[in-house]
């Protein structure tokens, strides 16, 4: 939401001239004006007019609506609110924004307590003039906030806008819309509510400043404005001793003005006070660039924006673009030995041809498919010699990195200069593998969102390998080995409690550690989550923890921390979705079995059955809904327990009663009508009242599930039928569940299993003379009165 137009933003470059005269020069329009937040957020630090942020949390709470500024508002309707917007656009439960209020201790009137402030709140920001943005939805509340609205988006919007130019080499360019996100902050986040969580996650704000500053002196650096740098540089390494980047900036500055005497005396004092403070050596990236610095690598001089001109670049250099791996990385022995299989042992040039190898690492959201990729890559470093590369691709959101830039990233990391880089996407391409040629280097490509993606990113020499990852199967990748990353174990789960909160906690209550891991459905994310919550407080037991996740409305609330979220990789992958599959997913809440057919998603969608098929296996395809392989008989399918639990949180905001009672009534039918039909071709008795509520099968669908044979169908079926037999009585539906019942009960007696028609028979009927006959004349027909009786 922007105000002004081109003769605001020509007035402000006439303004920006003014700055500084070191920064001057470096100051490029040339492309960032198209950007239109760049120019808005920088005229309005100079006194232009600004981007519409009617909510501020990058300093004091402010809330500026079309009337004003909101009025004063009670301490804790500012926590909500605070909370609302940091965790913009959604979900909050109430239960969480109790927990702030009243720092993880709330009384018993706590929800009664919310309810009051949120009204409050309401009252407040529409005679504001900003309507109702607050919106219920269960388990609580979100605040819509469209884009430009917030200035945390804004600022997130100008550091990719920032950070995509600096991949490009477009370093000035980068610096502006750094400068531009700098202006946004107008002191320490947040700081007048009074809620320790949000001081905490204020805390967290400050962090992404502070990369900010890192990310713009990076820039300073890159561009050749060493010396200006350093002052700026020794006061934050003064309030930040133990930040690694910002000491190897300073290094690197001093070094690269001439004062190499001191670059390394700053090496030797941040190495006395990490050995003084924590006990422990720079890291690996420090002792290198002392090494460097000691002996005057070219590689420490700057780099070459684009159009700047040529500098002589080592033809041979090698990249190590790998993210650090994790520490505590447990479990995945089979994964890791098919990885080496396809990616060890290299041919060498003269050897037979043969194609790269490729590993597609494919799972849902948090199954740890980035931490097993980087994991692979850093323990087969020694195996590519020439090099790792790796980029995050952003395609589970579906707004995945353009490959130009991708290329354009790892030509500069392979030693191509700025300006040599071809402006086409194809000739860029041809450029890469070129490079590449026989050297012995290994790609990795992170969060992919489909085989297009990547084509373009795969070498051409046999020598290289690759690993990618994926929500989907990147199945047509040519040669690709295909790999699921499926959840942990039990084992490899306590292993991983283990290694972050130590054995002893984990097995003095192993059956509370192992339900717990089981509630994270042995999701890696999740259970890393819990993990580090209960490292965070040592005086709390796996049982504790187990209790706060027991109930299904807060469980994704609590697994969410320090940045790690389940609810928001569903998220994700969710709003990726075409309307139809996420209505389906939806609906698949509702499905009483733990396991079920295809066939169920025809109902549930009121589709023909072959389109709801075609729904359902897209949402098998993103990894929301697990199929199970079954030797000779068709899948089934589930819905994993937090998949599930988030399904049935969208239900209440987007289902009406009427619609999800009109999809569960035609589920039941169906069931009913694949039983009565299932009976009739075992040759059993089918109980009139069945026969009689039964729908008709229609346009072939119910030979299509039945072609495995009936006794087969009900083998896979008789759980789902106990399960939909209980709903029907639980839902109102009482005659479509007796006459499901007396199906079911039907087929269990022709299949000789005597336990399945008792549980059937007990379901609907109980306290129910109408429900007694079918079943009592199910046992006549079968000459056993005295049974019929007794079971009756």
């Known amino acids: 939401m922007i105000d002004g137009g081109i003769d605001e933003q020509l007035g402000f470059q006439r303004h920006f001239s003014a700055i500084s005269a070191p920064r001057q020069r470096f100051l490029s329009w040339s492309r960032l004006t198209l950007d239109p937040l760049v120019v808005a957020v920088l005229g309005a630090s100079m006194g232009g007019r600004s981007v519409t942020n009617r909510f501020k949390i990058l300093g004091p709470l402010e809330v500026i609506g079309s009337a004003g500024p909101i009025a004063p508002l009670a301490p804790r309707q500012r926590t909500i ?104 902050w107008r002191g320490d986040p947040l700081s007048d509510v009074a809620s320790r969580i949000v001081r905490s996650a204020g805390v967290a704000l400050a962090e992404r400043r502070l990369v900010l500053d890192e990310n713009t002196i990076q820039a300073r650096l890159d561009l050749g404005d060493h010396q200006e740098v350093i002052g700026d540089l020794m006061r934050m390494v003064a309030q930040h001793p133990l930040r690694e980047r910002l000491c190897g900036q300073l290094m690197l500055a001093l070094y690269r003005a001439g004062r190499q005497a001191e670059a390394l005396e700053t090496y030797r004092t941040v190495r006395r006070t990490f050995a003084t403070e924590l006990g422990l050596e720079p890291g690996e990236d420090l002792r290198e660039l002392e090494r460097q610095i000691l002996t005057g690598e070219a590689v420490l001089h700057p780099m070459t924006p684009i159009g700047a001109g040529p500098v002589a670049v080592d033809a041979e250099v090698t990249p190590h673009m790998l993210p650090a791996a994790v520490a505590d990385f447990t479990g995945r022995d089979k994964a890791m030995a098919e990885m080496r299989d396809v990616l060890a042992n290299r041919p060498a040039p003269t050897g037979p041809p043969r194609g790269i190898g490729i590993v597609a690492l494919a799972g849902r959201a948090g ?104 929500r989907p199967r990147l199945a047509s990748l040519p040669g690709a080995r295909l790999i699921d990353v499926d959840v942990l174990t039990s084992t490899e789960g306590t292993d991983l409690l283990s290694a972050v909160i130590g054995s002893s906690r984990v097995y003095d209550d192993l059956s509370s550690s192992l339900d717990l891991i089981r509630v994270c459905d042995g999701l890696p994310l999740a259970v890393r989550i819990v993990a580090s919550r209960l490292a965070a407080r040592p005086h709390w037991t796996t049982a ?58 025809g109902p549930l969608l009121d589709e023909p059955d072959a389109d709801a098929r075609d729904v359902l296996e897209t949402l098998v395809d993103r990894q929301l809904v697990a199929a199970v392989r079954l030797s000779g008989r068709p899948a089934r399918y589930r819905l994993p327990g937090l998949v599930a639990v988030y399904a049935r949180d969208l239900l209440a905001g987007h289902e009406t009663p009427a619609d999800l009672a ?16 299932a009976a009739r071709r075992g040759r059993g008795p089918v109980p009139a009242v069945s026969v009689t509520m039964a729908p008709e099968p229609g346009n072939g669908w119910v030979d299509r599930v039945l072609m495995t044979g009936a006794t087969a169908w009900f083998d896979a079926e008789r759980h789902g039928l106990i399960a939909a037999v209980r709903q029907a009585a639980g839902t109102g539906e009482r005659r479509l569940g007796q006459a499901l019942a007396a199906a079911a009960a039907a087929l269990s007696e022709a299949a000789g299993t005597r336990g399945d028609w008792r549980e059937f028979s007990a379901v609907p009927v109980a306290g129910d003379g109408d429900g007694e006959a079918p079943m009592r004349d199910q046992y006549r027909r079968d000459r056993r009165p005295c049974e019929s009786a007794a079971a009756i």
């Open 81 to 184: 609110l605070a909370v609302l917007l940091l965790e913009a656009n959604r979900i909050v439960s109430v239960n969480r924004l109790a927990d702030t209020l009243w720092n993880d201790a709330p009384p018993s009137t706590a929800r009664s307590q919310v309810l009051i402030c949120v009204s409050g709140l309401r009252r407040a920001l529409a005679d504001a003039g900003l309507g109702d943005p607050v919106v219920t939805r269960s388990p609580g509340y979100l605040l819509r906030v469209a884009d430009g609205e917030l200035d945390l988006q804004t600022f997130d919007h100008l550091i990719g806008v920032g950070r995509a130019a600096a991949d490009d080499g477009r370093l000035t360019d980068a610096l502006t819309a750094y400068d531009a996100a700098n202006a946004l």
């Open 544 to 601: 504790q923890l187990l209790d706060r996740l027991a109930e299904p409305r807060r469980r994704l609330a609590e697994l969410a921390y320090a940045g790690w979220d389940v609810r928001a990789g569903l998220a994700a992958d969710v709003a990726a979705l075409e309307p139809v599959a996420r209505r389906l997913l939806r609906r698949l809440s509702i499905v009483p079995a733990a396991d079920f057919g295809d066939w169920v998603a």
């Open 662 to 677: 009109a999809a569960r009534r035609r589920t039941l039918a169906a069931w009913l009508r694949l039983a009565v039909e």
């Open 367 to 470: 199954a740890g498919k980035t931490s097993l990729a980087v994991h692979a890559a850093h323990e087969l470093a020694d195996e590519f010699p020439d090099g790792q590369l790796y980029v995050t691709l952003g395609g589970a959101e579906g707004r995945g990195v353009p490959t130009g830039q991708v290329l354009a990233r790892f030509l500069r990391a392979l030693g191509v200069n700025g300006d040599d880089i071809p402006a086409g996407d194809e000739e860029r391409a041809e450029l890469y593998r070129l490079r590449l040629g026989d050297r012995r280097v290994l790609v990795v490509l992170d969060d992919a969102g489909d085989e297009e993606q990547v084509r373009s990113l795969l070498p051409g020499g046999p020598r290289c390998a690759v690993i990618v990852t994926s």
